[in-house]
């Protein structure tokens, strides 16, 4: 007896759409956040003005981590992506402030470590997003809810 393979239902319009506008703000959000290191290590050879880009990236980055925020809760309601990128998107915009205030109270010992998880995450959030069928893996059917008798 031969098995049929059934293939995983195709995702509807609304969510690749949503799922693409995560794409692009995800990619600008690890963009900048790759950036940042670049920036302080240029600092610390005796480029002093890239201190002040520095400054200046960091808070671009609470900008971008507010509309990550956004993408994230469409990829979860219209999109129907799951709960995951949602949560790893208000991660970062707890974590940005938080960084941008250990920074500027030079508080480098938490500073540092905090900078790297977030541009660790911000690049794990774009790995998750441009997976080649990530819409296909990830997208759940609405379930039928049943009338109450």
Do not use: K, N
Request: aromatic share 6%; hydrophobic share 55%; with cysteine.
């Amino acid at each position: 007896m031969a098995t049929a393979e059934v293939a995983a239902p195709s995702p509807p319009a609304q969510t690749m759409t949503t799922l693409w506008i995560y794409r692009v703000v995800s990619v600008l959000h690890a963009l900048l956040m790759v950036a940042q290191p670049i920036l302080i290590g240029r600092f610390l050879e005796g480029d002093f003005g890239s201190l002040s880009a520095h400054a200046a990236v960091g808070g671009i980055a609470m900008l971008s981590a507010t509309l990550l925020l956004v993408a994230g809760v469409l990829v979860w309601r219209p999109g129907r992506l799951g709960l995951q990128p949602l949560i790893w998107s208000a991660a970062m915009f707890v974590l940005i402030p938080a960084q941008l205030a250990m920074g500027y109270t030079r508080t480098t010992s938490v500073h540092i470590p905090l900078g790297v998880a977030i541009v660790a995450g911000s690049v794990a959030l774009v790995v998750w997003a441009c997976r080649p069928g990530r819409a296909r893996m990830s997208w759940r059917p609405r379930t039928p809810v049943e009338p109450v008798r």
